[in-house]
């Protein structure tokens, strides 16, 4: 059993919009802060994303700030990433972590292509 | 936001190398620093955590130390599966921030 598992990437024209979600399973959910973490290609990983256990905080890099918002549903154990005024630059992996003090729980990924 | 300077961003080394590789932090991060590896196509690994802590799984040849502003990563015999790229992350502060990565080549 995986524990977090990605979906709803895919190929999105620029200035579009692209929801991403992850569902977790195996843990108490509710329990963790959860991130969404990127890596361009051919590039490093950069934490875009981090909410909290309860969903009463959230933290965005500089560089999704005011375009991208993260949520989660503890009832259905998922977190979600709304992107809007999507940029080629945000062509990347889109990674779901687990991790209060660091990431000790990584999804797979899901690809996000923003191209004309 | 926080900034972790990594080095190097490459290197070459042989099988039953030594191998050092350092991150700076910006500003002091106590011990919330915590190192990955990564194979291509694959998500990160977690190799130390708390600057110096090895989780149960990662082999005694890895090692971590260093807090405030200076961490480092040893492997103390390079073995052939460990060719890969690492990562520092500090958890210290939102948002969290990654060093640029030192991709591990073989000689």
């Known amino acids: 059993q995986v524990p977090l598992v990605e979906s709803g990437g895919g190929v999105v024209q620029p200035g579009k919009s692209l929801s991403l979600s992850c569902v977790a399973s195996?843990?108490?959910?509710?329990?963790?802060?959860m991130h969404w973490v990127r890596q361009a290609p051919g590039k490093g990983l950069e934490c875009l994303a981090f909410i909290s256990y309860d969903g009463t905080k959230k933290s965005y890099a500089d560089s999704v700030k005011g375009r991208f918002t993260i949520s989660r549903d503890n009832y259905r154990k998922r977190i979600y990433l709304q992107m809007n005024s999507l940029r080629p630059e945000d062509t990347a992996v889109y990674y779901c972590?687990?991790?209060?003090?660091?990431?000790?729980?990584w999804g797979r990924g899901t690809t996000v292509t923003v191209s004309s | 936001d926080i900034q972790m300077t990594q080095s190097p961003s490459s290197l070459s080394a042989s099988v039953g190398d030594r191998v050092t590789i350092t991150c700076r932090a910006s500003q002091g991060i106590r011990n919330d620093l915590d190192w990955y590896q990564q194979k291509p196509g694959t998500a990160p690994k977690g190799l130390i955590y708390?600057?110096?802590m090895l989780p149960s799984g990662v082999p005694s040849r890895f090692s971590g130390s260093g807090s405030a502003t200076e961490f480092t990563l040893t492997i103390s015999s390079l073995q052939p599966e460990d060719f890969a790229t690492y990562y520092c992350l500090q958890h210290n502060s939102y948002p969290w921030t990654f060093g640029q990565g030192t991709k591990v080549e073989i000689k």
């Open positions: 708390a600057a110096s």
């Open positions: 195996g843990f108490s959910f509710s329990g963790h802060g």
């Open positions: 972590a687990r991790g209060d003090n660091g990431v000790d729980v």
